[in-house]
């Protein structure tokens, strides 16, 4: 009986710290293993958590970094009930606290990013009862500013402003240089200017009226032939021949 006791005992005081023990060790941390920025942007470093216990003021964040070329870690970064950013070292007046621990966000924004910032950036958070967990690492790439970028632009400008233009003009050219397929199908029609047309139309006007005048002058002749005959004889004649 007592052995039996004792087993229960000791099942039961397992079990006790089976639970207390996950009550103070599931605090989880994570952040994303890679993240790249241009040099002189602005770039997140994104940590969040999920803690067993409601988050309180006890709650402290740190920041830490290892530059890309080696050497020990350093806090540069800490949070607890208020940020406190760095004072100094290059980091000084370049990070700015993003997070909301009562919904598990513990991200910061590194602004201005140079080349020296490269490296990893480890987020710790600790929220009593629960000790701390596994930190998160995140690998920042901070790589200058690309020429393809701007070669990208140029190469848009060209395609749509300046490749249009271009077509426009040799088609203007192409118009004022070489004649119409109308015009060189018909040389005949050729383009008059008003003053030519007018010229003759008054050309081919006047044969015609003349030719009338002379003939009026005939019929009178012919109505009164008698009298001509006898006074103008020549005029009469000259007006026949005429008509």
């Known amino acids: 009986m007592d052995v039996k006791r004792g ?19 599931c605090i989880s941390v994570t952040a994303p293993a890679e993240v790249s920025a241009v040099r002189g942007s602005s770039v997140t470093l994104s940590c969040s958590f999920i803690s067993s216990s409601s988050v309180t003021s006890a709650m402290s964040v740190d920041w830490s970094f290892r530059p890309e070329r080696g050497g020990p870690d350093h806090t540069f970064f800490h949070f607890s009930s208020q940020a406190y950013p760095p004072l100094e070292d290059y980091f000084k007046d370049r990070v700015k606290w993003l997070g909301s621990p009562s919904g598990g966000d513990a991200s910061i924004q590194l602004l201005n990013a140079s080349l020296t910032d490269n490296g990893t950036y480890t987020c710790a958070v600790r929220n009593p009862p629960d000790v701390q967990g596994s930190p998160a690492q995140t690998v920042l790439s901070v790589t200058p500013q690309r020429g393809s970028l701007a070669f990208t632009d140029v190469g848009v400008l060209l395609v749509f402003v300046l490749l249009p233009s271009g077509l426009i003009t040799l088609l203007l050219l192409a118009r004022i240089l070489c004649p119409c397929s109308s015009e060189s199908q018909n040389p005949g029609a050729t383009h008059h200017s008003p003053i030519e047309e007018l010229a003759a139309e008054e050309y081919s006007l006047a044969p015609q009226q003349k030719k009338s005048s002379m003939c009026c002058c005939y019929f009178k002749g012919y109505e009164y032939e ?14 026949e021949s005429q008509c």
């Open 226 to 239: 008698d009298d001509y005959m006898q006074e103008k004889p020549h005029e009469l004649t000259f007006t």
């Open 7 to 25: 087993s229960r005992g000791a099942v039961v005081c397992v079990c006790v710290a089976l639970v207390l023990l996950r009550s103070v060790c």
